[in-house]
C-alpha cells in the first residue's frame, strides 16, 4: 500500500555557537503541514558529515511525521578531534529540542552508515552509561559524558561495520612516503594474486584474500604503534606541533569503493547467512538468501584523493581498536575483534539497547551483512531486519529495473514508525 504524502516546511537551528561566525550544530527541521497521530513521533538523523538533508529522513516528513537532520560542525572528517563527547552529547542536545516541541512524545533516531555507528554508541551509553569503556587500557580515555537523553526506538540503516578505517588499509603499501611502491605478494592488482584486468568483479583465491585480510591488520597495528610513540613525544614537547600531528597513509582511502578486497571481489561481505525478507520497490516482499548485486570496478592504488587517508595521531588513537592478529570476513561474517572495546560496533552495541530496533541493509552495498550480523545480536524484544533488493548505500537503484528503491523503503520505515502499539497507540 502506497503511503499518503503531504506537504512539509522546514526551518532551521543552531545550538553552541561560538560566536565568532561559528554557528556550531545545525539541524533542519521538517513539518508536515498537517497534524496526524504520526507528528507525535520525530525522526533524527545524523552521521560525521551533513545530514540536514538526507532522503530517506526528509521522505518520513513527506509521510506525517516531524523529521530532522544535523550538520555538525564543519569539521575535516580524518584530521578533527575524533573525541565522541562531542557528538554524543550534540545528539543530546537536538533530541531534548524535538521532545520540547509541543505535541512530540517520542523521537527515533535514523541512523544510516557511519552513522549507524554513532548513534547505536549514542543509544547504548543513553541506555548503560559508559562503564563498558573505562579502564580498558585506551592511550586517549574515553571521555566523561554527560548524561543523555535516550531515543525512543533506533533505525540501523545499512550501518558500517565501525571499523572502515581498517578495512581500507592497503597491505600492499611499502611505505607511508608514497603510494608506488608495493608488496606484490600483497597486491590486489597482481596478475599472481588472482587478478584479471579483463575482469571488474574479480575471484581472487581464498588464501589470498586470507593472507590479505590479517596483513591490514599487522599494517594497523604498525600504524597504531607509530602514533602511540608519536603521542608520547607530543605531550612531551617534542612532537611537530603542540597538540597533534598529520598522517598521510598511502592506500587507505576509499572504504566502499576503492582498491579493497571486498570492493573487487564482491563475495567477500556478499550474502546473508539465513534466508532474510527481500523488499522490492513494487512493494512486495520475497523471503531469501539475499545475496549482493553491488557493482564492482578498477581503480588506481597510488591516486592521492581517492587513494590515500589524512588522518592524526590523536585521530588513530582516539579510534583505536583491538584485533586478532587472524582478523577476517567472510561472505557472510566477521571474526577476530574486541568489539566491547570498540563504541562504533553496532554488533556490540544493540546486546545493550532495549528500545524498538529496525536494521536495514541494502543489497547492493555490503553494509547489509553487518545489518544482519547486528540484528541477530540485538536483545530488543522488538526487532526487524529488512533487505532492499538493488539500492546502493546511497538509496539509488543499481540499475533501473530495481525502480523506485528510496520510495519503497520509505513506505515500509514509515510503516514501521506508524505501527499502533510501538511508538503511539
Not at 180 to 203: K, M
Not at 257 to 274: E, H, M, P, V, Y
Request: hydrophobic letters at 35%; charged letters at 25%.
Amino acid at each position: 500500500m502506497t503511503e499518503k504524502l503531504y506537504e512539509i516546511r522546514s526551518e532551521f537551528k543552531s545550538f553552541n555557537g561560538d560566536g565568532c561566525g561559528n554557528n556550531g550544530t545545525q539541524m533542519a527541521v521538517y513539518y508536515p503541514l498537517e497534524k496526524t497521530e504520526r507528528t507525535k513521533i520525530a525522526v533524527l538523523a545524523m552521521h560525521q558529515s551533513n545530514y540536514m538533508g538526507f532522503s530517506p529522513m526528509v521522505e518520513m516528513a513527506k509521510r506525517g511525521f516531524i523529521a530532522a537532520g544535523i550538520g555538525l560542525k564543519n569539521r575535516s572528517r580524518k584530521v578533527r578531534d575524533a573525541n565522541p563527547k562531542y557528538w554524543l552529547e550534540e545528539c543530546s542536545v537536538c533530541i531534548d529540542y524535538l521532545k520540547s516541541i509541543p505535541g512530540v512524545e517520542k523521537v527515533v533516531l535514523m541512523a544510516h552508515s557511519q552513522g549507524g555507528c554513532m548513534l547505536s554508541a549514542y543509544q547504548y551509553i543513553a541506555e548503560n552509561g559508559t562503564d563498558r569503556f573505562r579502564n580498558d587500557g585506551r592511550t586517549i580515555p574515553f571521555p566523561e559524558v554527560e548524561k543523555l537523553t535516550p531515543a525512543d526506538g533506533l533505525m540501523l540503516l545499512d550501518g558500517n561495520y565501525g571499523i572502515m578505517d581498517v578495512m581500507a588499509l592497503d597491505p600492499a603499501v611499502r611505505t607511508l612516503d608514497n603510494g608506488y611502491s608495493r608488496i606484490p605478494e600483497l597486491d590486489l592488482y597482481n596478475p599472481d594474486n588472482g587478478y584479471d584486468p579483463a575482469r571488474t568483479n574479480q575471484t581472487y583465491p581464498e588464501e589470498f584474500a586470507v593472507r590479505f585480510q590479517r596483513a591490514q591488520v599487522a599494517y594497523y597495528k604498525e600504524l597504531l604503534a607509530m602514533a602511540k610513540e608519536r603521542y608520547e613525544k607530543i605531550k612531551a614537547g617534542r612532537g611537530q606541533f603542540l597538540d597533534d600531528e598529520i598522517i598521510f597513509i598511502p592506500g587507505a582511502g576509499g572504504g566502499s569503493s576503492n582498491n579493497k578486497l571486498f570492493c573487487q571481489d564482491s563475495r567477500w561481505l556478499g550474502r546473508t547467512a539465513k534466508p532474510r525478507k527481500l523488499l522490492h520497490a513494487d512493494g512486495t516482499i520475497t523471503e531469501e538468501v539475499v545475496y549482493t548485486n553491488r557493482t564492482t570496478g578498477h581503480s588506481t592504488p597510488s591516486d592521492l584523493m581517492n587513494g590515500g587517508q589524512l588522518a592524526s595521531v590523536k585521530y588513530l588513537l582516539q579510534t583505536e581498536l583491538r584485533f586478532d592478529d587472524d582478523w577476517g570476513y567472510d561472505e557472510c561474517s566477521i571474526h577476530g575483534m574486541d568489539e566491547k572495546f570498540n563504541y562504533l560496533s553496532t554488533r556490540e552495541n544493540v546486546k545493550g539497547i532495549h528500545v524498538p530496533l529496525l536494521c536495514e541493509g541494502n543489497q547492493a552495498s555490503h553494509e547489509f551483512v553487518n545489518m544482519e550480523i547486528t540484528y541477530e545480536n540485538a536483545v530488543s524484544a522488538d526487532k526487524d531486519y529488512i533487505a532492499l533488493a538493488g539500492s546502493r548505500h546511497d538509496f539509488t537503484p543499481v540499475s533501473p529495473e530495481f525502480g523506485d528503491v528510496l520510495s519503497a523503503v520509505s513506505d515500509y520505515f514509515a510503516a514501521w514508525l506508524a505501527k499502533p502499539g510501538r511508538f503511539i497507540d
